[in-house]
């Protein structure tokens, strides 16, 4: 009878830019976690461009495309009825991935050439709330150490920054922005510079530009808290090792995990229909109050 036959399973790809990435491994415990229970058979395609190319494939497209097109096409192959494709950080893929009319959904990344639904971090959102928290516990001077010139993360938090400075009446002053790579060489670099514009306040775009503004400070016998605030961004699991504990703003990575998932197999189970939530959404995330921040 029609109602005794077996359900068979979805069966979705997930193709991950980088599976070592920080972000890459919380999206996916996210969706995993919708998976579970779920009669979803996942196989997983981990292009690793970082552990391949290190570094270079974020500036050379054609160095990315080296990767991506053999990876997509293999993908083709495997009878599916979803793709979910997660960027290792925000940028935009040069690339219409939805080969077959498969549906497909993106996440910490957008597509060029189509209109694939793709789910993103409000950083926005995330670099007006640290400013906001900064200057509410008596901050004006407050530095910023950011990610690359350029990139997409970097970007959107230094908009929020300075919508939330305009809002105070305070102006931008462009030399307490120090830009460089999410790296502790670019937060103690950062910090060196920046302690010398006599700031009483740093914002580091990420949790491990925070440790190596961490050491600056420690080299000068200025301590996070006390003489200085830094609030980081993140949640990276190196935050409540530093001392002391870093304040910082976490990340919705597990939910934006799920969230995608969600949309995909809403996307597989009920094809054609138009969608009732928003298209494209920014996940806001939550600030984490710990001890780097002084109490003024």
Not at 56 to 65: G, P, R, S, V
Not at 148 to 158: S, T, V, W
Not at 219 to 236: L, M, T
Request: glycine share 10%; with cysteine.
């Amino acid at each position: 009878m029609e109602k005794d036959k077996k359900i068979q399973p979805k069966r979705i790809c997930i193709v991950a830019e980088d599976l070592g990435a920080f972000s890459t491994i919380r999206m996916l415990n996210g969706i995993m976690n919708y998976c579970d229970g779920q009669n979803i058979h996942a196989i997983i395609q981990d292009m690793r461009l970082f552990g391949k190319l290190s570094g270079d494939w974020i500036y050379d497209e054609d160095l990315f495309q080296s990767i991506l097109s053999p990876t997509l096409s293999k993908t083709g192959t495997f009878n599916l009825d979803g793709v979910l494709y997660i960027g290792a950080f925000e940028h935009e893929v040069r690339n219409p991935l939805n080969f077959n009319n498969i549906p497909t959904v993106m996440l910490y990344s957008t597509p060029a050439y189509s209109t694939i639904p793709t789910y993103r971090l409000d950083d926005v959102g995330g670099g007006e709330k640290v400013i906001k928290y900064l200057i509410a516990h008596g901050h004006r001077r407050i530095g910023i150490i950011a990610g690359e010139y350029g990139n997409a993360h970097a970007d959107n938090r230094l908009i929020g920054a300075k919508k939330a400075l305009k809002a105070e009446g305070i102006s931008f002053d462009p030399e307490l922005l120090f830009y460089g790579r999410w790296s502790k060489e670019a937060g103690y670099n950062g910090m060196k510079n920046l302690l010398d514009k006599k700031v009483d306040a740093v914002f580091c775009m990420s949790d491990i530009i925070a440790t190596g503004a961490y050491k600056c400070l420690f080299e000068r016998g200025i301590i996070p808290g006390k003489d200085i605030s830094v609030v980081g961004y993140d949640d990276h699991e190196c935050a409540e090792f530093l001392t002391p504990e870093l304040t910082t703003y976490q990340l919705p990575l597990w939910d934006l995990g799920f969230a995608a998932m969600a949309r995909l197999m809403e996307m597989i189970q009920h094809p054609g229909k138009k969608y009732q939530g928003e298209e494209n959404p920014r996940f806001p995330g939550k600030l984490l109050e710990r001890y780097s921040v002084v109490k003024n």
